[in-house]
């Protein structure tokens, strides 16, 4: 089944505003982690937090985890137009630690210049 | 200096055919995965190899069948290709579960 729900599906901002992305999970975790995919690219990994953190940064990017409500949310400031792709959360559950990531179904964030 | 890499890239072949995708990574890690992603983006695990190891096999036809020669390469051979396979593959590979590193994609269409 499908452990990971993104919400929106879809997102589209202009340049300079900030964009946030959830996702939520069901079951218990290791970590989640993030990753951006552009059109026609692989995944890229942008950043993990573990389930004893509750906040994460790096650069312009800012992830929050709440495993009471099994969510977590993604945020970036100050946004791009190169920040246009997708981004999924994954996580690594407790049941499979380490043996796997389940992807959530991505958000499409387009920034507009 | 690519870290995961994959071929073909791009693959349009005739429903019946029997195709393989290629990966190999130089980043001496251990496990290595093809997932698959969909039209809606979806993106699901196939298969995972720790080590040449089969450590997850989903709920893949057994058209499917990957090959793992050594813990760098891990190829993906897929018989009797149906329409309901054209999809993209990516392989990937990760050290100790943490962060996937994935190839660039295998954009299989199936005509």
């Known amino acids: 089944s499908q452990q990971g729900e993104e919400d929106p599906q879809a997102l589209s901002i202009q340049e300079g505003e900030n964009a946030t992305m959830n996702c939520s999970y069901k079951?218990?975790?290791?970590?989640l982690q993030w990753y951006r995919q552009n059109s026609g690219r692989g995944l890229v990994h942008l950043i993990l937090i573990r389930s004893n953190e509750r906040e994460k940064h790096s650069g312009r990017l800012r992830v929050t985890l709440d495993t009471s409500k099994k969510s977590s949310s993604l945020l970036i400031t100050a946004s791009r137009a190169a920040d246009t792709a997708s981004y999924f959360c994954a996580t690594d559950a407790l049941e499979t630690s380490g043996s796997r990531l389940t992807f959530g179904e991505g958000t499409q964030l387009t920034v507009n210049p | 200096d690519t870290a995961v890499s994959q071929t073909p890239k791009y693959l349009v072949t005739q429903m019946g055919n029997d195709k393989s995708i290629k990966c190999e990574q130089n980043l001496g890690h251990d496990t290595m995965y093809w997932y698959k992603q969909d039209s809606k983006k979806f993106l699901k695990i196939m298969f995972s190899y720790n080590n040449k190891e089969l450590i997850i096999n989903e709920t893949v036809p057994n058209r499917f069948s990957p090959k793992s020669p050594d813990k760098a390469h891990l190829n993906l051979h897929i018989n009797s290709l149906e329409l309901g396979d054209s999809a993209v593959y990516f392989c990937a590979s990760s050290q100790a579960g943490l962060t996937i590193y994935f190839g660039e994609g295998s954009w299989l269409t199936v005509v």
């Open positions: 079951t218990s975790i290791n970590n």
